[in-house]
């Protein structure tokens, strides 16, 4: 009897943890927190050994974090597509997308845990390689003479901040590159997007078809869930080399909401067959135990099913949130630059600055995005070398 008493509170502990997640998993909406940034403050209360809590949380922002970067805010993990999010209507095939991305990734994972362990050593030793063939491509590709300079000057931005000692250098890097720029000067790129559509071409033509669909998931997925073997690397970081490829926003922002997916699951599940944690929020449940197969497949099952809960609360919300005026967007500029100091004081606040003039001058000289990897692109080489 007291066996089977102690099995309820464990369950009821259980459930409780995956509530409180769930509630915590609001602040999706809220540009400047991050998950790091939530585990932090509960450190202090030894509440972030609950691995049910942790997996709600993260899982449960998801849905939110694409509704808030529809309407222009958003933070690192998606800046890298907040002029793409912003012009959505579909909100509801975006998140069909992400939550496909989620179970793509569940069904690869079985798969996952045996080939891992063995390739890993060779994958890891590849990407520098790789990230410069295709920084190469595109400089190679990209006719605007412009371009270079930017990748240049975005890329040593990029190697200066991310090689600082800052409590947010990516978050200061994305948003001031790509998120800043966008709302800064939005009538300028929305008039280039017409300009461009209104030019046919194989990139800028939307195949609206159930075919090219599942290539973008399907992409999207095996992208997001072959990830776990590149140290470091984010789905922002990840959307710049996509981005080189699928130029096309609608078929990059479905592509990309698939890999979001597709990376939350492959986050935890890189504790089974990596024993790694590739985030911040899977770095903490690692420190705390081992994690069977079975035991990460149940937490990714529980974080997917609040993600389809909390997907239904972010089209309910997208229904009665209001655009965002001119005003509003100029005012969240303005609190990035106060969050910013608070966080990392003035040399954040020139990182910063410095960041938002690159990306206005991309903007302005109509440089493609993907240059604006330069800024992840020649980190992530550099450090892969002493």
Known sequence: MKEKGDEIRYLLNELS??????????????????????????????????????????????????????????????????????????????????????LVALALFPVFSIIAPPIYPFVKDAVPVAVAGVLLWFLATEKNKYAFLIVILAGAAGIIILSKNLNNGLLILLTGLYGA????????????????QQTPSPTSTVQKTKTDSLLL??????????????????????AIVLLAFFNQW????????????????????????????????????????????TETYLLILVGIAVAIAFCFIAIKLNNVMPQFSKTVKLCFVLLMFIYVFYSDGFIGIAA?????SIGLTATVFKVGKP????????????????
């Open 17 to 102: 943890d995956i509530l409180i997640g769930s509630i915590l998993g609001l602040s999706g909406l809220i540009p400047f927190v991050h998950v790091n940034t939530i585990i932090e403050i509960l450190i202090e209360f030894d509440y972030t050994n609950s691995s049910f809590f942790i997996a709600s949380l993260v899982f449960a922002r998801l849905p939110l974090e694409l509704l808030a970067a529809t309407r222009g805010l958003t933070g690192a993990d998606v800046a890298i597509a907040i002029n793409s999010f912003k012009r959505v209507t579909n909100l509801e095939l975006v998140l069909f997308n992400c939550i496909a991305g989620m």
């Open 181 to 196: 720029p966008s709302l800064l000067f939005e009538e300028k790129e929305e008039k280039q997007i017409i300009e461009d």
């Open 217 to 238: 998931i399907s992409i999207g997925s095996i992208t997001g869930m072959a990830s776990s073997f590149l140290p470091a690397m984010t789905p922002a970081m990840l």
């Open 250 to 293: 609608n078929r990059f922002v479905l592509l990309y909401s698939s890999l979001i997916g597709s990376r939350a699951v492959s986050d935890f599940a890189a504790m089974e067959f990596l024993q790694k944690g590739r985030s911040g929020a899977t770095a903490t449940l690692l420190g705390e135990k081992f994690f069977s197969f």
């Open 352 to 356: 910063f600055a410095t960041c938002i």
């Open 371 to 386: 240059a604006l990897g330069g800024s992840i692109a020649f980190a992530a080489i550099r450090n892969y070398f002493p």
